[in-house]
């Protein structure tokens, strides 16, 4: 593959796991697309490590489908890890647009030293898993020591955990420069099937000091009857 060319993605249910590392260049990124008029899926089941990650840089992965058929859905214990990831982005400037991902664990997550990511226009939806203790996994599991991170006009429903999640523990990553822009976020934290969330719609916090954030004309709600936040600052 050579900088600002096009992988087309045919129609059809391809299984397994991928890494990917294509790299392009600024003015010439690399681009995945599904082929017009035909339907491109992803499936991750019968793998038990992250489906999808992006290890290039100068990429662009547009408009087809993730997802992970595996049915089960309740773990015995409190692990972070029951489901494995769908999308890991880690490398920088890469970007995400229309992507349709559901049913996975958590639906994307980005490295926190990988800069200048943008999520955009993806419909993400029903990932995640209920465990002994609550609902796990997310559909935007956000961080970045240095940005911009970009998630733009996206739509997250029904996460068994938070919508957006852009939080780090202490020494693993930072919350520096993020942008969540233009997203719809409802019922997230209700899949385990409890009347009280498990997970905001939107979250940004943690336990380190988060700086350059900005969260901006989201649509969020809840179902009548739903007790949730619908947008939460620091760890709950």
Request: glycine share 14%; charged share 15%.
């Amino acid at each position: 593959m050579q900088p600002g060319d096009t992988v087309w993605l045919r129609g059809g249910t391809y299984s397994g796991m991928w890494v990917s590392t294509l790299t392009g260049t600024p003015s010439a990124p690399i681009v995945v697309r599904q082929y017009p008029g035909e339907r491109a899926t992803l499936d991750g089941r019968g793998t038990d490590n992250d489906m999808f990650v992006v290890r290039g840089a100068w990429a662009l992965y547009w408009g087809f489908e993730l997802t992970n058929s595996d049915p089960r859905r309740v773990s015995p214990d409190r692990s972070s890890s029951f489901r494995p990831d769908v999308v890991v982005n880690n490398g920088p400037h890469n970007k995400y647009v229309n992507l349709v991902i559901h049913d996975g664990g958590v639906a994307f997550y980005t490295y926190s030293d990988a800069s200048t990511v943008e999520v955009y226009g993806c419909i993400i939806f029903n990932n995640g898993w209920q465990g002994p203790d609550r609902g796990h996994g997310h559909g935007l599991y956000l961080k970045s020591d240095e940005g911009p991170l970009v998630a733009r006009n996206n739509v997250l429903f029904n996460q068994f955990g938070y919508g957006v999640h852009a939080y780090t523990d202490a020494g693993t990553g930072r919350l520096r420069n993020i942008r969540i822009e233009g997203n719809v976020a409802f019922n997230n934290g209700l899949m385990g099937g409890d009347r009280d969330a498990d997970g905001a719609n939107v979250l940004v916090g943690g336990n380190q000091p988060a700086s350059g954030i900005a969260v901006v004309e989201n649509l969020t709600y809840f179902s009548p009857g739903v007790r949730g936040p619908n947008l939460a600052f620091g760890f709950r």
